[in-house]
């Protein structure tokens, strides 16, 4: 971003950096680019996050010419923050990623601005729950297999999402709808998600959570987890049976980026204050279009496209990530 000049007293206080522009009046103040922020994030069952690897960071970044501050330790040994100047924080979080690519770190970098987000959206299946739930469903009719092929193959984006959804729903027709029970008994909620939400929730902000899952289980897991809000697709029964199909409309990408989108309005927020996390295709529109996009565990796509990746930490990964300290976390 250029500098902006701006002519002002020397008495205004300013909450980014400046410095005096090359003038005949020594009042005449520039406004830089915003303090940006690299966070590095491990996860502690895995390995411990030393000095050495946040010197390795910084020299990264002092290479291309970033100045940099002394790291501010998150949680000991588990994530801490570098500030750095005169970088963009994309070519910073790819200097640092390359620096260490051979560690099972997490690296993010960004601005500083408005890092605590004031919304969250999260995907449901393989994000805030282990798993595909409705994988696990089609276990209990013999098809887990085939049915987890064509999810690996939506969630890579090799197939249209809602295309995949109805030709899995179909063929558990005829599937006892007490299935369904059997199958929630099963899900795990991946670590860190209580963590997550509870925090956010504390800190004042809302959270939803929308799945192109099935309701029976977002709903669960809302009231489990704490969400706020919940949106999932619904399964057609009738007779106590699956009946083969879903009652429209469909959940898929499109209504993701929808509801985040709207539901900034309906909170009076601008996009830069949003958070959205997810694993596959069907997440990609939100993830790029909200403040911060993280994907969890993602598939290629998701990484791809993302603005941040946790491939190592657990959720609570994406409280750092916000420039929250362990302290702050929510029991």
């Not at 989108?261 to 009076?268: F, L, R, S, W």
Request: charged share 20%.
């Amino acid at each position: 971003m250029a500098d902006l000049p701006l002519a002002v007293g020397p008495a205004m206080i300013t909450t980014g950096r400046s410095t005096v522009c090359p003038s005949t009046s020594p009042d005449l103040v520039c406004f830089t680019d915003m303090d940006s922020v690299l966070t590095l994030i491990t996860n502690p069952l895995e390995r411990r996050l030393g000095v050495l690897d946040i010197d390795t960071a910084r020299q990264a970044l002092e290479t291309l010419g970033a100045q940099t501050a002394p790291a501010d330790w998150l949680s000991v040994d588990e994530a801490a923050d570098v500030e750095f100047f005169d970088l963009d924080a994309k070519a910073a979080q790819a200097a640092a990623a390359q620096a260490l690519k051979n560690e099972a770190i997490d690296v993010i970098a960004q601005s500083t601005l408005r890092r605590k987000k004031k919304l969250i959206i999260a995907d449901m299946d393989s994000t805030i729950v282990a798993g595909e739930t409705l994988d696990e469903l089609a276990e209990f009719a013999g098809l887990k297999d085939q049915i987890a092929a064509l999810t690996e193959r939506a969630m890579n984006g090799e197939m249209g999402f809602t295309e995949a959804l109805k030709t899995r729903v179909a063929m558990l027709e005829g599937l006892s709808e007490d299935f369904l029970e059997s199958t929630m008994k099963r899900v795990q909620l991946n670590p860190g998600a209580n963590t997550l939400i509870a925090t956010m929730r504390t800190a004042g902000a809302f959270t939803a959570l929308i799945s192109g899952g099935f309701s029976f289980f977002t709903d669960r897991v809302r009231e489990d987890v704490g969400f706020h809000m919940s949106l999932g697709n619904k399964l057609d029964i009738a007779h106590g049976k699956l009946t083969g199909h879903v009652v429209p409309p469909v959940v898929n990408k499109d209504t993701k980026l929808e509801m985040l989108t709207d539901m900034a309005a309906q909170q009076g927020l601008g996009m830069g204050d949003t958070f959205a996390i997810g694993d596959g295709a069907n997440d990609v529109p939100m993830l790029m279009a909200a403040g911060m996009g993280v994907a969890y565990r993602g598939h290629p796509v998701a990484r791809e496209k993302a603005r941040a990746c946790l491939n190592h930490a657990d959720l609570s990964g994406a409280l750092f990530i916000q420039g929250y300290h362990r302290d702050e976390f929510a029991a």
